[in-house]
């Protein structure tokens, strides 16, 4: 980004805290809808963060 440029666009919904947790609670066996509940984000959300990885 260039400098004095502010940043435009959506912000994440997203954080590193929360795709651990997503990716947390995916590995101990819930559901993906039931996962994206917890940080009360959707279920396609969901799928793009943890598709991220």
């Known amino acids: ?3 004095g ?3 435009t666009g959506r912000p994440r919904v ?3 805290a929360e795709s651990a ?3 947390r609670l995916i ?3 819930v559901s993906v809808t039931e996962a994206a509940r917890t940080p009360k984000i959707g ?6 963060a943890l598709a991220r990885r």
Do not use: F, N
């Open 1 to 3: 980004m260039l400098p």
């Open 5 to 7: 440029k502010k940043k």
């Open 14 to 16: 997203i954080g590193p």
């Open 21 to 23: 947790t997503l990716r």
């Open 27 to 29: 590995d101990e066996g």
């Open 43 to 48: 279920r396609s959300t969901a799928y793009t």
